[in-house]
């Protein structure tokens, strides 16, 4: 299993969503005294959007899922992964303009072959 989320990130404006990701996940590693687990590519920018991926460390989603508990398990989704989709969605939605996070392996798999 691979010890890494990998998050498709597409945004109108990359300097404020990527801020906002940086800000939010920084005070996550705060938090869970945590240093460095995550990492962000640099943006491509095509037809009025910037897209990068950023990478985060399962180890720091863990210890968010151990820090929240309960409140942790009735996020919207299946996964531990969708759930930290929804969490960090949550946390930055108000700080970006239009932006939306997908989990890359999936988009990679879809039946619809878009990305």
């Given amino acids: 299993m691979d010890d890494r989320i990998n998050i498709n990130v597409s945004t109108v404006d990359y300097d404020k969503?990527?801020?906002a990701l940086i800000h939010q996940l920084s005070m996550l590693e705060e938090m869970v005294h945590s240093k460095e687990d995550f990492a962000m590519t640099d943006s491509e920018f095509a037809f009025g959007w910037h897209f990068f991926v950023l990478s985060v460390n399962r180890s720091l989603?863990?210890?968010?899922?151990?820090?929240?508990?309960?409140?942790?398990?009735?996020?919207?989704?299946?996964?531990?992964?969708?759930?930290?989709?929804?969490?960090?969605?949550k946390n930055i939605e108000n700080k970006s303009?239009?932006?939306?996070?997908?989990?890359?392996?999936?988009?990679?798999?879809?039946?619809?072959?878009?990305f």
């Fill in 17 to 19: 969503t990527s801020k």
């Fill in 61 to 89: 989603v863990q210890k968010l899922v151990e820090m929240m508990g309960p409140d942790f398990r009735i996020l919207k989704g299946k996964s531990v992964e969708k759930k930290f989709l929804t969490w960090l969605t």
């Fill in 97 to 114: 303009p239009r932006f939306k996070l997908a989990i890359k392996e999936e988009m990679e798999s879809s039946k619809f072959g878009i």
